[in-house]
């Protein structure tokens, strides 16, 4: 019997432990595909939040072990591809934002949740600073800024919201209760 | 051999250990060069693109499916108000449309009279477009033309490339340069096409640029998108508008040219069957000439992919070659 659970432990526990680690890029697809989509929205899609780009901010920040760089990068690549843009577009911005919260890593775990939102809110502006600047110089003018702006305002704004969802979520699939610190992963 | 392995492995290290703390930087680079490789060669990238639009497409047409049916429980839901006054506007349209309509049948019948007693037999845009909108109201061919409904899965029409992703592919025998239309007039022209999914470049991207002749003056002339909205008076908010390319007009041209002319594909470049309706003029200054299309981008939801007898993708590439066309994403 006890070999039957080993086993079953080996197998299917392996298997599933290795698929939650997929979750948050399942959330990603999720969220992309809805932002992607004909909602009927026109012109309100400008206060569309970009949840799919928040959800991987907040694994950048909290868990920084299920993102790493190669993951950004296919991450990117996905956006371009999906959102029809120019390919290397959102890979540069979502390349930047993982520099960002790279290199303010210990400052990140030091702060307290305003503290992560003040650093989500500084990558929120980077990604789409540099999506709007790297398509400005693609198409060699300027690109009307205003709409990259209010969607950034919007994601700023909403990013507690999906940081609870996502807490959430990962308490959820690694048997947690929803607490602020998380010593596996911070300080990582 | 295990010292051997240490070797390569005391060699290698140093190289691993450069890569993963560059290893943003140069994925960063490779980004870059990708960028500067499509901005050369605007098919780069179109076959991942459109592999991931046919693997996401079912997913994104669930997505699309519901907000359409929430946008149609929300309609019902309209105040009384609301309804009396749109079925007052609604019946006063219907009496200038059924005025229109009579001058219409008079004017046909009158030139199909002067049309007997010419020597020569032609088809002009007008006719075309005749049959076609005959044609869009009875679900009959005109001719060879195949044309396929779609339903709008994606929608990009309000980010950087203005473009759309509808459930029709090469499957469905799509293939690229087909015009793509609904009721209201020219949407666009199949740009990438999948095995279950295409995308189609809206008229009012930058990089769409149309054969196009304004029917009051006659005047043949090219209208480009563009990529900020204007503020429109009329419907009191931002919209997206198509300019008329100057270059192609002489200065007593755009003189010529006045709001509210019905501006018509001229079919020149032989993607475009002739006598679709683009939109309608809605300013002229004494620079530019702008016109406000007729299709509603902010409500497309079902849409036509036309396969027109004309369509010949290399004869888009050489129009678009013989007015210069800007490289560029929309580019085919």
């Known amino acids: 019997m006890r070999t039957i659970l080993f086993l079953l432990d080996f197998l299917i526990g392996g298997v599933l432990r290795r698929v939650r680690t997929l979750v948050p890029l399942a959330l990603f697809v999720m969220l992309l595909g809805f932002d992607a989509s004909a909602l009927g929205l026109g012109r309100r899609l400008a206060f569309l939040p970009d949840f799919a780009f928040a959800t991987i901010l907040f694994w950048l920040i909290r868990h920084p072990a299920l993102m790493p760089v190669p993951v950004v990068f296919v991450i990117g690549f996905w956006t371009d591809a999906l959102m029809g843009a120019p390919m290397g577009l959102s890979i540069i911005a979502y390349l930047t934002v993982f520099y960002i919260v790279s290199n303010l890593r210990p400052e990140i775990s030091a702060l307290g949740f305003m503290g992560r939102w003040g650093v989500a809110t500084l990558s929120i502006l980077a990604y789409f600073g540099c999506q709007w600047a790297f398509y400005s110089a693609f198409v060699l003018e300027l690109a009307p800024p205003l709409q990259s702006m209010t969607r950034a305002g919007m994601t700023a704004l909403t990013f507690p919201l999906v940081y609870g969802v996502n807490h959430l979520v990962f308490a959820f699939l690694w048997g947690r209760g929803p607490q602020l610190e998380d010593p596996i992963y911070d300080g990582a | ?332």
């Open chain 2, 1 to 332: 051999m295990a010292r051997r392995r240490r070797n390569i492995t005391v060699a290698v290290s140093p190289l691993m250990a450069w890569l993963q703390r560059f290893a943003v930087f140069l994925l960063i680079l490779v980004a870059v060069g990708m960028l500067v490789w499509n901005r050369m060669d605007s098919r780069f990238g179109s076959n991942a693109r459109m592999l991931v639009a046919d693997m996401m497409s079912p997913f994104l047409g669930v997505f699309s499916q519901s907000s359409a049916s929430v946008t149609q429980v929300t309609e019902r839901f309209r105040t009384y108000e609301e309804l009396a006054s749109e079925n007052q506007q609604l019946r006063a349209e219907v009496r200038v449309l059924n005025a229109k309509a009579q001058t219409v049948e008079q004017l046909l019948a009158e030139n199909e009279r002067l049309r007997r007693i010419l020597p020569v037999r032609y088809q002009t845009a007008a006719d075309e477009q005749w049959n076609w909108a005959r044609a869009l109201e009875s679900g009959r061919s005109v001719g060879e033309t195949k044309r396929m409904m779609a339903f709008v899965v994606a929608d990009h029409s309000r980010r950087y490339v203005r473009s759309v992703l509808i459930n029709l592919g090469r499957n469905e025998s799509v293939r690229q340069g087909l015009a793509v239309v609904n009721d209201q007039g020219l949407v666009g022209r199949v740009r990438e096409v999948g095995a279950s999914s295409a995308r189609v470049l809206l008229i009012t991207d930058p990089n769409s640029q149309i054969p196009v002749i304004i029917e009051r003056p006659g005047l043949n002339a090219f209208v480009r998108g563009t990529r900020g909205s204007t503020f429109d008076p009329e419907t009191r908010s931002a919209q997206d508008f198509l300019r008329v390319e100057q270059a192609f007009l002489l200065p007593q041209d755009l003189l010529a040219i006045e709001v509210g002319d019905r501006v018509i594909t001229s079919g020149a470049d032989g993607v475009f069957p002739p006598g679709l309706l683009i939109g309608y003029v809605s300013q002229v200054t004494d620079a530019e000439a702008q016109v406000r299309p007729s299709v509603n981008f902010d409500q497309l939801s079902d849409v036509l992919v036309v396969d027109y007898p004309g369509v010949d993708i290399n004869a888009d590439l050489i129009a678009v070659g013989a007015v210069g066309f800007q490289a560029g994403i929309g580019e085919d």
